[in-house]
């Protein structure tokens, strides 16, 4: 029997994930079914519970539901619990187990496709939301010399960063200040804003990455206008699914094809 998944968001019609698992299953030869289910504001919980009645074996969960999916979680994974927040439910032995794989996303992309090594690199982290909390504990991991993470909101810079044993501030912080990778994790992309950076902070052959897909934002434009080397996230949003679906099958599928893929598509 084919195996139902599914990503919960609302709205969600715009999402990839169906076509990147769609392609994941095809590669790997395994049996799934992966679909998009808007769930209402007020009744994720209702509606995950609903759709693992009906057979469902596990689910993504993207904006604005990932902190309820953390709530809802009766088990979580240690990178879950260091974001607080969930992105890939699996549902076995009348468990709910609660993952996050963004930050693994990042980092693969980061490592695999980019071929930049955060180990012993100077990192700044702009934004301090929801996404900003999944790839803290997984960037520390790789050691770089130097994390910090600034934000708009200075004390929520400061309360992630004391969660990731790093330092954070506002963004006068970052006066006079060097980096080798500036992560842009906030949502002023989505806007059409930029975060507020200083001219000079790209070190000598720094990698600007922003988290936004799928179109050109004052964040990458400001990094070409410095001759620095960007990459926007659609790595990450493909290979964070690529381990969702090893989390669910135990199989890793191979994301090169499918980033090439959607970016033909675009
Ligand atoms: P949240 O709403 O949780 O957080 C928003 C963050 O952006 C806050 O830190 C906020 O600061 C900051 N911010 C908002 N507007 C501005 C602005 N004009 N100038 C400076 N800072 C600003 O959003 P998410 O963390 O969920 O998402 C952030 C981005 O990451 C989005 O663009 C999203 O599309 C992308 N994303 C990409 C993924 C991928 O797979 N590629 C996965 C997840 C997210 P303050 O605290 O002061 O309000």
């Known amino acids: 029997m084919t195996d139902r ?10 999402s990839k994930s169906p076509r990147i698992h769609a392609e994941f299953a095809r590669q790997t030869g395994q049996d799934l079914g992966y679909e998009a289910i808007e769930a209402p504001l007020d009744d994720f919980r209702a509606s995950v ?23 809802l979680a009766t088990q ?9 927040a969930v992105n890939t439910l699996k549902f076995e032995d009348g468990e709910i187990l609660g993952d996050n794989t963004d930050g693994a996303g990042l980092v693969n992309d980061l490592v695999a496709n980019l071929k930049f090594d955060p180990a012993g690199r100077r990192i700044l982290l702009l934004g301090a939301g929801g996404a900003a909390r999944g790839v803290g504990l997984p960037l520390m991991e790789r050691q770089p010399a130097e994390l910090f993470v600034a934000n708009r909101t200075a004390y929520k810079a400061r309360e992630l960063s004391a969660r990731f044993d790093c330092y954070g501030g506002g963004f006068e912080a970052l006066e006079g200040r060097q980096f080798d990778l ?40 400001f990094a070409r206008e410095r001759g620095v080397r960007t990459a926007d996230g659609l790595g990450m949003l493909v290979e964070q699914a690529a381990e ?23």
């Not at 979580?76 to 607080?84: F, P, Q, Y």
């Not at 090893?246 to 598509?265: D, H, K, N, S």
Request: charged content about 20%; aromatic content about 12%.
């Open 182 to 221: 500036v992560i842009n994790a906030t949502a002023a992309s989505l806007a059409g804003d930029l975060p507020p950076m200083p001219d000079d902070i790209f070190a000598p052959g720094a990698l600007a990455y922003d988290m936004m897909y799928g179109r050109d934002t004052p964040f990458l434009a």
């Open 49 to 71: 519970l609903r759709f693992r009645e009906a057979g469902g074996r596990g689910a993504n969960v993207t904006v604005p539901f990932k902190e309820q999916a953390f709530l």
């Open 5 to 14: 998944y599914a990503v919960f968001g609302n709205p969600i019609s715009h």
């Open 244 to 266: 969702a679906f090893y989390v669910w099958r135990g199989v890793r599928p191979q994301t090169a094809p499918v980033i090439a893929m959607l970016r033909e598509a675009r």
């Open 76 to 84: 979580r994974s240690e990178r879950a619990d260091a974001a607080g």
